[in-house]
């Protein structure tokens, strides 16, 4: 299904800024540590330029650190930073291959593991992504982004119980979130429970800071639940009449056989 058909689902593979916290020992080589992995010859790591970069456009980004990880392979920095952009830059296949690649060399790296599990997700390969997302889970009691985006992974396997237990706990460290209870009500969506899915995206919708998905989601609900005019009325709130008014025929394909609600979860 087109991103340009309907809004997309699932958040955490698209709109989760997951970053990771590297744990002690495992975290920023030195200039010394990564010159020692160097070419030789290399240029000495410009320290100011990489901390200037974060300000520039993703293209900029990962033309930077295309060339940093060029001359400094062995720099762990370098390639986390190289493999995000990319993964935020939409080059999934290729975040995949060099957070691979450097995942050779730091196996435990969590910024790697999450960048490696979060592109299987959105390139729609959710079984390579359970075991990265789940030792950073195991390695990082507190980050609920990444137990969000592990029930993201199962949701995609339609393993709908674990995947909402996974939310639970990314909700137990982050109360009241807006993104998790988003993937939430969506795993009911995707496993056509859409009036279980409503009230967890109303409370999702009148959250802080809550995402545009979080109301065409809602939308998706009422209209699966036969409630059209007024889903087409919530999805006009942030798309022109046209794009709502064709969502709603889709949807309504979608109504006529339940046994496709689970392609909402391909959306984006």
């Known amino acids: 299904m087109s991103r340009h058909a309907l809004p997309v689902v699932l958040l955490a593979a698209t709109a989760l800024t997951a970053c990771a916290t590297t744990g002690e020992g495992a975290g920023r080589q030195s200039s010394v540590d990564a010159l020692a992995g160097a070419p030789a010859g290399a240029r000495p790591i410009d320290r100011n330029a990489r901390q200037r970069i974060a300000r520039e456009d993703m293209l900029t980004q990962m033309a930077f650190w295309a060339g940093e990880y060029q001359t400094f ?68 009691v507190e980050n609920w982004r990444v137990r969000s985006a592990l029930g993201a992974a199962l949701d995609q396997l339609g393993r709908f119980a674990e995947a909402r237990q996974a939310y639970q706990e ?47 989601n809602l939308a998706i609900s009422l209209a699966l639940q036969g409630r059209f005019d007024e889903a087409e009325q919530v999805q006009r709130v942030d798309l022109p009449p046209a794009q709502a008014a064709a969502n709603m025929q889709y949807l309504r394909g979608l109504l006529s056989d339940p046994r496709r609600w689970g392609d909402l979860g391909r959306a984006g």
């Open 73 to 140: 392979p062995n720099d762990l920095e370098a390639a986390q930073h190289f493999a995000e952009a990319l993964r935020k830059g939409g080059r999934t296949d290729r975040a995949i291959q060099i957070s691979g690649e450097a995942l050779g060399r730091f196996p435990e790296d969590r910024e790697l593991l999450t960048t490696y599990g979060l592109s299987q997700i959105s390139t729609g390969h959710p079984q390579q992504a359970l075991r990265p997302l789940a030792m950073v889970a195991s390695m990082d």
């Open 170 to 216: 990314a909700l137990a460290l982050q109360p009241n979130d807006a993104r998790i209870l988003t993937n939430l009500g969506v795993s009911h969506i995707m496993a056509g429970e859409p009036a279980e899915a409503e009230p967890i995206l109303r409370q999702a919708v009148s959250a802080a800071n809550a995402p545009v998905e979080a109301r065409q």
